[in-house]
Antibody
């Protein structure tokens, strides 16, 4: 069965970077796009970007352009999201989500809480 | 890219039907048939309920249905059940990006 398992919670200081991993199992990572979505406490879902895991092409939300980098390692069946220049407003749960092919996300990771605090 | 517009809350009694709207523009909802709906219970990851405006993934109850007219998409839940109480989010494709709605809290009275 398809599973996306994310890395554990992180606590970072303002200005630092964080890298979250998302290990896929039950399917071939390269055959599906992977998206990253975040949710600040009590707030709405916010799309961050996606990667074509087959060729490495990426597209990012303008809100995060220049701060976010999404990569994938097909040999490890793992996607990564790195966010730099962290500020307190980046405190959120970060999710990876598989694109079923029509821009709908059929499988989600369990989420990774990133807390930014001095 | 601005968030899609959803009502903050809706409510209904068990057995009733409710509809949640999702308003966008011709650059997102109105321009493509790539609208999805997600259900999110507290502390849980979102769950895909509808994709491509009106398609249900395997395992999702047929009490959930989706539609679209112009720049507005809608999610209808019929035969409301207590377990339907959750937050619901719409999303749309928008020129190689994705935009989510603000979310709607469904309360089953």
């Amino acid at each position: 069965q398809v599973q996306l398992v994310q890395s554990g919670a992180e606590v970072k200081k303002p200005g630092a970077s964080v890298k979250v991993s998302c290990k896929a199992s039950g399917y071939t990572l390269a055959y599906y796009a992977m998206h990253w979505v975040r949710q600040a406490p009590g707030q709405r879902l916010e799309w961050m970007g996606w990667i074509n895991a087959g060729n490495g092409n990426t597209k990012y939300s303008h809100r995060f352009q220049g701060r976010v980098t999404i990569t994938s390692d097909t040999s490890a069946s793992t996607a990564y999201m790195e966010l730099s220049s962290l500020r307190s407003e980046d405190t959120a749960i970060y999710y990876c989500a598989r694109d079923l092919g029509d821009w709908g996300f059929d499988y989600w990771g369990q989420g990774t809480l990133v807390t930014v605090s001095s | 890219q601005s968030a899609l517009t959803q009502p903050a809350s809706v409510s209904g009694s068990p057995g009733q039907s409710i509809t949640i709207s999702c308003s966008g523009t011709s650059s997102d909802v109105g321009g493509y048939n790539y609208v999805s709906w997600y259900q999110q219970h507290p502390g849980k990851a979102p769950k895909l309920m509808i994709y491509d405006v009106s398609n249900r993934p395997s395992g999702v109850s047929n009490r959930f249905s989706g539609s679209k007219s112009g720049n507005t998409a809608s999610l209808t839940i019929s035969g409301l059940q207590a377990e339907d109480e959750a937050d619901y989010y719409c999303s749309s494709y928008a020129s190689s990006t994705v935009v989510f709605g603000g979310g709607t809290k469904l309360t089953v009275l």
